[in-house]
């Protein structure tokens, strides 16, 4: 489906109700209240779709100051993010292009969300491994300040080493998972070689004793996953210092569509794909791949500020202007 536009006309806006009515919460802000039109105490995205074969209904409401309801076929969930694992949805926004240009910790938080959505049960151990990051370093500036002993630190290292274990293993399962997509994605989108790995080492006791001082010192924990990155390149280029505009966002869509085929694997039917602003930048022979990569997998909407930047005619076409969606 392409959903085209004016600038400022709503089409994003659109975009982000579908993205908030099948996962729980906006791919733009954790800030609920700013999803409800200004000047309004509440708003309601009601969804009515097709999970594979079966018809499914999704509803979640938004009230100031009463927080956020979710409910599947009519019957309420304990928290509107539980949608994540009922309807799986990928979004590119332009944001995300700070995936590949960004820092580490940009590509770290990414790869997480993917470990959610491609290894659920092993995501409240990236919670915990923070935790224990977080209770470490307290308890070395409390040490390197003579309120504690040093024993008090030995527990948490070695909490850091197992869940940092886990953690590493998990991510090098996903980066594994993903790249032979990731490849022959980006490779038809004219991004030959493409590759990514993970650039980190799993942490052990004896390597966090080993740095103890330093640590005390810095009062911070200098070793382990919360410092590791995915390095993403295209032959000897590493995309993020050397990557064009339009080859980074090809990377970023290379990520997502792997991401969508596991998910299409795995769970039998495809994710629903939101590509907001996806086709600028890119040159008319890389639309064509694109647009027909995606007319092949589930349902897609790409958002456009004109009809004719998608470069064949989609199922179904609509014309939003303020405040108003009508078909073409
Ligand atoms: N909570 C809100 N209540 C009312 N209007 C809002 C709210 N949040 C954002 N807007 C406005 O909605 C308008 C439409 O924004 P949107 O980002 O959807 O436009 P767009 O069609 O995607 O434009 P572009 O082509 O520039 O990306 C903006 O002018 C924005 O200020
Ligand atoms: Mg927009």
């Given at each position: 489906m392409l959903v085209v536009g004016p600038n400022g006309a709503g089409k994003t806006n659109l975009l982000e109700s579908l993205h908030v009515g099948t996962q729980g919460f906006s791919p733009r802000t954790?800030?609920?209240?700013?999803?409800?039109?200004?000047?309004?105490r509440a708003g309601r995205i009601g969804l009515g779709g097709k999970r594979g074969e079966r018809a499914v209904e999704l509803e979640v409401t938004i009230e100031l100051g009463e927080g956020k309801r979710a409910k599947l076929n009519g019957a309420s969930l304990r928290a509107a993010e539980q949608l994540r694992s009922e309807v799986a949805t990928l979004v590119f926004t332009p944001d995300r292009l700070a995936v590949v240009k960004g820092g580490p910790a940009v590509r770290r938080a990414y790869f997480d969300r993917v470990i959610g959505r491609l290894l659920p049960a092993r995501a409240p151990m990236i919670i915990e491994y923070g935790a224990a990051i977080a209770q470490r370093n307290a308890a070395l500036r409390r040490a390197s300040g003579g309120y504690s002993s040093r024993d008090a630190i030995g527990p948490w290292t070695e909490q850091v080493a197992a869940l940092g274990q886990q953690l590493v293993e998990a991510r090098t399962e996903v980066v594994a998972a993903l790249a032979p997509g990731f490849a022959a994605r980006a490779d038809e989108l004219g991004l030959p070689a493409a590759r990514m790995s993970y650039d980190g080492e799993p942490p052990t006791a004896e390597a966090l004793e080993a740095r103890l001082e330093r640590d005390l010192e810095r009062g911070a924990t200098g070793l382990g996953p919360h410092l590791d990155d995915v390095v993403l390149t295209s032959g000897a280029r590493d995309l993020r210092s050397f990557g064009s505009q339009g080859e980074q966002r090809l990377t970023v869509l290379a990520l997502l569509l792997a991401e969508a085929e596991l998910i299409a694997e795995r769970r039998g039917f495809a994710p629903l794909l939101l590509l907001d602003d996806v086709l600028s930048e890119l040159d008319p022979d890389r639309r064509r791949v694109l647009a027909t990569r995606v007319l092949e997998g589930g349902q897609t909407l790409i958002t456009a500020t004109q009809a004719s930047s998608l470069p064949m005619r989609p199922a179904q076409l609509l014309e939003v202007s303020p405040g108003l969606v009508r078909a073409a």
């Open positions: 954790r800030a609920d209240a700013q999803l409800v039109r200004f000047g309004e």
